[in-house]
């Protein structure tokens, strides 16, 4: 795990959303422990950004693309990651 976090851009965010579409072991821990698995790949991730990860369990990963980007819109770049 690296030793200092940084928090996640829009870009990374879909990078991630990309990864879990294409592997299901990673959604898999991703939807389990999302700030485990973000904080191993080098990002800090706000509580709403744990609660959006988690709550994938419930929609598909095209659906949360969609949803990033209505929330980015109405509240500016970065507003929950």
């Given amino acids: 795990m690296p030793s200092v976090l940084r928090p996640m ?3 990374d965010v879909k990078h991630v959303l990309g990864r879990a579409l294409v592997d299901p ?3 898999e821990k991703l939807i389990a422990d999302p700030k485990e698995v973000l904080s191993i790949l080098g990002f800090e991730v706000s509580p709403k950004g744990v609660e959006f990860f988690k709550g994938l369990k419930n ?3 095209e659906g949360a693309s969609k949803e990033v980007d209505s929330v ?3 509240n500016g770049p970065n507003s929950w990651f």
């Fill in 72 to 74: 980015l819109s109405k």
């Fill in 25 to 27: 072991e990673f959604a």
């Fill in 59 to 61: 929609s598909n990963f």
């Fill in 9 to 11: 851009t829009i870009d």
